[in-house]
Every structure is written in structure tokens, then in C-alpha cells.
């Protein structure tokens, strides 16, 4: 087979056996890999009504047939089960070396089941899958755990320098044990499957970890083809200024530009702008700051991220990932936070935690406002918490300990909000935390953010920079189309970071087609983006989310550029553009036109 | 002809593995590959595969590199009998850079985005 592994692993922790079963064929050619093949997982085995932190929900990794091939950033791998955060499908996307391990051990995809009666965690070398005790990894941050593993690891399997080295670890850190509903799983020092709290999901089924070695190999249908298209993207990628500035800035470069276009989220987004960024609006400057060296992900010739240095403190390490721009705008700007070295030592924070950063932003930002206004006594807090006071440090490890306030904030900001009498203020969509940019500065944002169905993701929808335009019926549009491309780059599963523009169904297609040996085009590709948001609009429908909301910040007050985000008039264009009903539900005719008729039984 | 390495500009994408295995496997695993990358905290260190020796070395201690203390073996090009690094995984035949071909092309070097591999003259 070319490309695919045509295996699943499974796991059922509860009786703590594991067994390979043979991927149906439909699922490699209707859904490719990723988060088609997840989704589709998480419908057809996971009630939507049961408790996401309950043993019926299953936590499913998954990767694509361009994992580990070589194709440019081909190493992602997805993480899929029912959110705890928002209750709907969620499918948090992550770097680094776990995805391409998982594919060389010989499984496209790995499943969860159950829960185990005691803290575990799982080794997969190749066909030799173990489950360990994990009591003495329980409680310890996520570098300490990846570093007892690698030791463990390199006894029990005798690996060298190398092979260690090389080795993938997806974990939690104690945010994810205590089931704090926005904790992310964690991989490789520093990278995450971060929004909607799946870190929750593993802690409670009781893995620590899972870490896996591979050492076979994947085989490409037209090697000489896959070779010539690889080259010729790489001259492409050195000769265009645009692939050079993501190259050498990653996502620093957008600080300057949010800060420019007045879209920056900024103290709970009662604002646009943050004067504290203004030092950091050329790029050049941050790198000049703190960066140690660029670092990829498997496969990927650009090494976006970067490793930087943080401020001479004996708590922190000398180096650390990060923090990207998302954490840099909710857990900087959002919370009023302008230090470069204090961002780093928040974002390190939130990383050995196991916190999602986005999230941990909007629910701080909302506890700082909600003191300021007097809403918020000192007394429940311990200590005064003003937007930009660094004492929200201690409330990070507050809330991953689920310590004083801490617990409270855990259950995620609904719940936190609406104790203190505000549930208005907790800046969420669907329970999970808006992203950095602010939807009223950009026509589309706040209609692509209110529909997605993961809740406020940044990674399902790209942002539309098309300031000027006022033409409504573009955005719909685009933000119809952009959501459907994503859905299908998702499952393919290449990084957007690189694959950002129109033309990158074609180049899929092209990776797809020299890998697998199928007649993959963008035509036949573009369909299953969106049966794939259709399928997921379904389950959360199953699962009682309904609703396509804002918070009335958005919609109500103009705070940004002197306009609201004008929701009422968009959702109806935008579920007519879908082949929706008026309240958002799917058409028979359009799940017939989608071969999803069976699917909305029960729904429409 | 060598295979220069600048190892501060290695950003441990591994595609330099990828090409190997693929090019002269066919088939993409890194474990067949005759250049491996250790990715550090600091900087990452990519070794070519040099000449396999029948002996183990006796002074296997640590190296210093950029102020770090790194494992003299993740630095030596050697395979040797105690070092599964750079043998075929199910064999455990050597594996030795054969800078993919005469005149030599070496695809690591092609692949390398970041160019921290050059082909330089001796």
C-alpha cells in the first residue's frame, strides 16, 4: 500500500489490551486521513450526549498518507473526541515528531477506549505496544515527563542517542490530570494539541502519555514524481519574499500587524490596539530579543518556530518554545501583559502546565476585568489582579492545580463567569476562548468564529485581511469556502502555515496523487471539506449545540474601528450559502447531495 | 568533494533523512538513512555516515559543543558494534555516505532548506 498504513491501533484501557484492526477502505478514499478519518470516527463510535469526560468518550490520534513521507510540512498529526470545553467534535492539530513515529510504527490512526483503572502511560515501538504504570509520572510538569520517559524508554528498549532523540511524545501535564477543561495535550517540548481541552479527555481515561518509535518505513507510489515536486517547491519557497518572511518570522510578524490594523485583542477585547506592543511591531526586534534558533517540525523545510530565550530566572529553563503570536495576544495583550520576557515565562508557564493558551487568556482577562469593575473581590482571589499584573502567574498554576479560585476557573469560563454574575464577559464562543485577531475589525472574522464548529478556533478558518470590502455576500462566501478548504487540508494533514493560499488544493492534490498513486484533483478533493463540516455540524447537533453565537461585546459594543460584527444579518446568508434552514440545520437535500442522509436521521 | 555542516542553522527537520531513505531505499524510513540528525535544546548536529570499524572505541566519553556537553557517540560518523546507529535496522548491515553517486549529488544537500549541507571542495 502507498501512503497509508491501512491500520488502526486500538486501545482499551479499561481491560488494558490493545488489537490492530484493517482500515475500511471508504475511510482512506472518502475521508483521506486526518480529521475527515477522525470525525468520522468520533461520529459513528461516540454518543454526542455522553459526559466528554466520561470512559465512553474516545480519544482518537490520527495521521494522513503525506505523515512522515517528506511531503513539506507533512508531520501533523490530529487528535479527535468529544470536547469538554464546548461539547462538540473538536479535532486540535499538532506538530512535531509524534505524527511521522506513529505512521513509521505502522498505524494510521490510534484510538482510545475506556479508562484505566490507574495512571498509565503507553510505549509503541512498531508492532510491540506496552502500557506501563505511570503513578510515578502523576503530578509532574510535561518536560519532566517526556525527559522520564526518553530514560525509561532507553533502558527498557535500549535506544541510542538517536533513535531517543527522534523519539515522539504526546502527554499531559497536570492541567489534563486535574481535567481542567481547557488543558491541551502536549508533544515534544513544547508543542500542542491545544483548543478545546483534550488534554481533560486524556487525563481522564489516566494516560500520562503515549510515546512512540517507528522504525518502518512508508512507501510512495512515484518516487521520481514526489522528488522533482518537492524540489521545485523548495525553489520556490527560497525564491518568494512571502515564504521568506514566514520562514524567518513565524508568527511574530503579526503583533505589528494586528497592532497596524487595529485588530489586535486587547484587554478582554474591549480593545483593538495595545501601546505595549508598539516596540514590537517590526519583527526583527522580537528576534533580536529572544530568539536562540529556528526549529521545524518533522518534514517541514521552514522551522517557523522558534526557540527563545527567557529572562535570567532561576524557575524558568534557559530555553523554551514559543510563544506564538495567539499567545502573545491573549495571554499578552488580552490580560494587558506587554513584556516580551514575562510573555515568554506565560507562555512556559501554560506549556509545562498543559494549559491551552488561548483559553487561559480569555478566562484570565475575564477574571481581571471582572475585578477591576469590583465584581471580583480580593478576598477570592488572594491577591489584586489588574490587567497587566504578573500575579496572574500564580493564578496559571492555580487553575492547572485546581487550588482556591483556581478550581472554579477550571470548568472553563461559563461557568466562571456566570458565578461572579457576568457570564457576558467571558470573551468564549461555544465555551472556548476567542482567538488573537478581533472580529470587528475584519467583515468575515466574526461570522467564521460564531460558525465554526469546533467553538472560537483560529485554525478552522484563515483570517481574512480584506480591509475596504463591504460587499457581505464576499464574505459569506469566503468564509463558506475557507472553512470546507480547511477541512480537507486537515485531513490531508499539511500545516497552514505553508499551505496559505488559494492555490493550495491543487498543490494537496499534487502531494496526494505522487504519494498514493491515486488520481486525487482539486475538484474531487473540494466536496469532502465539506461533508466533513457537515458531518461535525450534525454531531454537535446530536450533542444539543445549536447555536451560532457572539459575545454581546462583539455584536452589541463597537469598540474596534466604531463597528459591531452585524451577526443577525450574516448567519442567514451564510446558512442559505451552506443549503441550511433558517435556524442553521442541514437540508435533506443538502446531506442527500453530500451522501449524508443516514447521518442527519434523528436531526433534520 | 565534502559535505559541509553548519550545524547552528540546522533547524532538526529531518529532511535530510527523509531524502536519504528515499533515494537510495525507495521507500521513506530514517532509520535506513546515512545521515541522522540529533536534535539538541540548543542547536541541532546532523552526522554523516562514515566507515564502519570492527571495534568498539574505548574512550566513549562526552563532547563539547557550543558550551554543551553532548554524547561523544551522537558526534562520531563511525557505525561500530556497540552503535546501532547508521545500520540497516533488520540487518544490522552498515550503512556508509556514498554522496549519491559519481559525480558526487548528494540529495541531503539538495534537500537541505535551511542550507545548513553544502558540497564543498576538500
Known amino acids: 500500500m502507498f501512503g497509508w498504513n491501512g491500520k488502526i491501533l486500538r486501545i482499551d484501557l479499561t481491560k488494558g489490551t490493545s488489537w490492530v484492526e484493517a482500515m475500511p477502505t471508504y475511510l482512506m478514499e472518502e475521508y483521506i486521513g486526518g480529521r475527515g478519518m477522525s470525525d468520522r470516527i468520533v461520529f459513528d463510535e461516540i454518543d454526542p450526549q455522553i459526559d466528554a469526560l466520561s470512559p465512553e468518550n474516545k480519544l482518537i490520534f490520527s495521521t494522513g498518507p503525506l505523515t512522515g513521507t517528506g511531503a513539506p510540512s507533512a508531520s501533523r498529526f490530529m487528535v479527535s473526541a468529544k470536547s469538554p470545553l464546548s461539547n462538540c467534535v473538536s479535532s486540535p492539530c499538532c506538530g512535531g515528531y509524534f505524527g511521522a513515529n506513529l505512521k513509521y510504527s505502522g498505524y494510521d490512526l490510534l484510538i482510545f477506549e475506556g479508562k484505566s483503572p490507574e495512571p498509565v502511560y503507553v510505549t509503541i515501538l512498531n508492532d510491540r505496544v506496552e502500557i506501563h504504570p505511570a503513578k510515578h509520572l502523576w503530578g509532574k510538569e510535561s518536560y519532566e515527563t517526556e525527559k522520564m520517559i526518553r530514560e525509561d524508554m532507553k533502558a527498557r528498549f535500549n535506544l541510542d542517542n538517536w533513535a531517543l532523540n527522534s523519539m515522539g511524545i504526546a502527554n499531559i501535564g497536570p492541567a489534563g490530570e486535574n481535567l481542567v477543561r481547557f488543558a491541551c495535550i502536549m508533544s515534544d517540548g513544547g508543542r500542542a494539541a491545544g483548543r478545546s481541552g483534550l488534554g481533560a479527555v486524556m487525563g481522564s481515561k489516566n494516560i500520562k502519555a503515549v510515546a512512540s518509535i517507528g522504525t518502518g518505513q512508508v512507501n510512495i507510489a512515484d518516487v521520481e514524481g514526489f522528488r522533482k515536486a518537492v524540489m521545485a517547491f523548495y525553489k520556490e519557497a527560497r525564491d518568494s519574499g512571502d515564504f521568506y518572511k514566514r520562514r524567518r518570522y513565524g508568527t511574530w510578524g503579526l503583533p505589528g500587524r494586528a497592532n497596524a490594523s487595529k485588530s489586535q485583542a486587547a484587554f478582554n477585547f474591549k480593545d483593538g490596539y495595545f501601546k505595549k506592543f508598539v516596540k514590537y511591531e517590526d519583527p526583527e526586534k522580537i528576534i533580536e530579543l529572544i530568539r536562540v534558533r529556528d526549529e521545524a517540525c518533522f518534514s517541514c523545510p521552514f522551522g517557523c518556530s522558534k526557540r527563545s530565550r527567557i529572562k535570567n530566572d532561576p524557575e524558568y529553563p534557559l530555553t523554551a518554545k514559543g510563544p506564538e503570536h495567539e499567545t502573545m495576544a491573549l495571554l499578552g495583550a488580552n490580560c494587558g501583559l506587554g513584556d516580551m520576557n514575562d510573555l515568554c515565562s506565560a507562555n512556559y508557564l501554560c506549556n509545562e502546565l498543559g494549559m491551552d493558551t488561548i483559553t487561559t487568556g480569555a478566562m484570565i482577562s475575564c477574571a481581571m476585568e471582572l475585578f477591576e469593575e469590583g465584581h471580583l473581590p480580593e478576598k477570592d482571589i488572594g491577591y489584586p489582579l489588574e490587567f497587566g499584573n504578573t500575579n496572574m502567574f500564580m493564578l496559571l498554576k492555580q487553575i492547572a492545580r485546581r487550588e482556591g479560585i483556581g478550581d472554579l476557573m477550571a470548568q472553563g469560563g461559563i461557568a466562571f463567569a456566570s458565578q461572579y454574575g457576568h457570564p457576558e464577559l467571558f470573551m468564549g464562543i461555544k465555551g472556548m476562548g476567542i482567538p488573537a485577531w478581533h472580529p470587528q475589525a475584519f467583515d468575515a472574522l466574526g461570522l467564521q468564529y460564531a460558525t465554526c464548529n469546533t467553538g472560537g478556533a483560529h485554525t478552522k478558518s484563515t483570517m481574512p485581511f480584506y480591509e475596504g470590502r463591504k460587499d457581505p455576500a464576499f464574505f459569506v462566501e469566503f468564509t463558506k469556502k475557507d472553512q470546507d478548504y480547511l477541512a480537507t487540508a486537515d485531513s490531508g494533514i499539511l500545516c497552514w502555515i505553508i499551505y496559505h493560499g488559494p492555490e493550495w488544493g491543487d498543490k494537496m492534490a499534487e502531494w496526494l496523487n505522487y504519494v498514493t498513486g491515486t488520481g486525487f484533483t482539486k475538484e474531487t478533493l473540494d466536496p469532502l471539506g465539506e461533508r466533513i463540516w457537515n458531518l461535525e455540524k450534525l454531531f454537535n447537533m446530536k450533542a444539543g449545540v445549536k447555536e451560532d453565537t457572539l459575545p454581546p461585546r462583539i455584536t452589541k459594543e463597537p469598540r474596534v474601528k466604531n463597528r459591531v460584527v452585524p451577526l443577525d444579518k450574516l448567519l442567514p446568508e451564510y446558512y442559505e450559502m451552506r443549503g441550511w434552514d433558517k435556524d442553521g440545520t442541514p437540508t435533506k437535500k443538502k446531506l442527500e447531495e453530500l451522501k449524508l442522509e443516514k447521518e442527519g436521521e434523528g436531526v433534520i | ?122
Not at chain 2, 533547524?11 to 532509520?31: F, R, Y
Not at chain 2, 536534535?39 to 562514515?50: R, S, T
Not at chain 2, 566513549?60 to 557505525?79: F, N, P
Request: with cysteine; glycine share 6%.
Open chain 2, 1 to 122: 568533494m565534502k559535505i559541509k555542516i553548519d550545524h547552528k542553522t540546522c533547524t532538526g527537520c529531518k529532511q535530510c533523512e527523509i531524502i536519504c531513505s528515499l533515494a537510495h531505499t525507495g521507500s521513506v524510513n530514517p532509520w535506513r538513512s546515512r545521515i541522522r540528525v540529533y536534535v539538541g535544546e540548543e542547536f541541532c548536529y546532523p552526522v554523516i555516515a562514515g566507515p564502519y570499524t570492527e571495534a568498539a572505541c574505548n574512550s566513549k566519553g562526552t563532547r563539547m559543543v557550543e558550551g554543551l556537553e553532548i554524547d561523544e557517540c551522537v558526534t562520531c560518523r563511525a557505525s561500530c558494534p556497540s552503535k546501532s546507529v547508521y545500520k540497516e535496522p533488520d540487518t544490522g548491515i552498515p550503512l556508509k555516505c556514498d554522496f549519491c553517486g559519481d559525480p558526487p549529488n548528494p540529495q541531503c544537500v539538495q534537500w537541505c532548506a535551511p542550507n545548513c549541507l553544502t558540497l564543498v571542495e576538500e
